[in-house]
């Protein structure tokens, strides 16, 4: 418990017939006040197990062998605190750090070392001092003692650097879904309507289902941004701060494309494509042809009309 370093403890009591697990969280204090009635249950069959209570930063690694255990050690996961289960099987309780990490982390850092050091991840470790109820492990009608060996109750070595591996996972993993959140968000879509016109998110949309139909899902999104904002841009309907927007709130992969300073892509490429050359000759040719219309529409009218 001292190497754990935590100040609560869920304790686990599987029933010896049923194979159901009551639980209980105590602190330290209250674990070690209650250790006569956990001996108590463990004489009648029930088997004791003990983990962490809510954030740490601590993994439990089951079923190891003494080579993996040195393997461990050698290779800079040494556990905080290493219990032998049985004769000859282990589990190790690997401290990653010293500050909370959370349940993905522990979850992947888990199965991570398990399959490493081929091992298991468990949720419960069994507590040291009671007996292991499992048959199998019987000897002359005995069952063995649980037993804590090694516990220093400190951080493992490697374990910067194995967390720094983790974090870029769940960080790819969590730009993938929303690559694929924004797509599927596009592709069913329906950007028609009244007033969708004016609405900068559905033209976006419109005009990305367009793109992508021509283009296909890996096409070079940045590129369609540029195509979807000039052309709002053309249509005389939309401010740079409208196109801003639809690109924010619908470009796929915008948030990997651009990590770190997506608002001021959006910002950029609106900007640019409202003062792009092309679009400023389309926006000064549709001017001039509305004046031309307004004085076709003069002079059918003539001078004299009484209107």
Not at 114 to 126: P, W
Not at 296 to 306: A, N
Request: glycine share 8%; proline share 5%; hydrophobic share 35%.
């Amino acid at each position: 418990m001292t190497a754990l370093d935590v100040p609560r403890f869920e304790v686990g009591i599987r029933e010896a017939k049923t194979g159901q697990m009551m639980n209980r969280e105590w602190s330290r204090a209250e674990l070690e006040q209650s250790a006569a009635w956990l001996k108590r249950m463990n004489a009648k069959g029930n088997d004791v197990y003990i983990r962490p209570a809510g954030e740490h930063g601590l993994v439990l690694v089951d079923d190891l062998k003494p080579q993996a255990l040195e393997r461990m050690k050698a290779e800079g996961f040494a556990p905080a605190a290493t219990i032998e289960t049985s004769p000859g099987n282990y589990q190790a309780w690997v401290k990653l750090s010293d500050k909370p990490l959370s349940a993905d982390v522990r979850r992947i850092a888990a199965q991570g070392l398990a399959k490493q050091y081929g091992g298991d991840s468990r949720h419960y470790g069994r507590l040291a001092g009671f007996t292991n109820q499992k048959p199998q492990h019987a000897r002359d009608g005995r069952q063995p003692y649980v037993l804590a060996h090694d516990c220093p109750g400190k951080a493992a070595r490697s374990a910067p650097s194995y967390l720094e591996r983790i974090e870029q996972h769940l960080d790819r993993a969590a730009a993938q879904q929303e690559r694929e959140k924004r797509l599927e968000a596009l592709e069913t879509a329906k950007p028609g309507g009244y007033g969708s016109q004016y609405d900068p998110v559905k033209e976006y949309q419109r005009q990305a289902q367009r793109l992508m139909q021509r283009y296909g899902k890996e096409a070079d999104f940045s590129r369609l941004d540029w195509m979807i904002a000039t052309d709002m841009a053309k249509s005389g309907r939309f401010t740079a701060q409208d196109i801003e927007k639809g690109i924010l709130e619908c470009s796929p992969h915008v948030e990997s494309r651009k990590a770190g300073h997506v608002e001021d892509y959006a910002r950029r490429t609106a900007a640019n494509a409202w003062a792009a050359p092309e679009v400023q000759a389309h926006r000064q040719e549709q001017e001039q042809e509305r004046e031309r219309q307004a004085q076709r529409s003069r002079d059918r009218d003539g001078p004299g009309m009484i209107r």
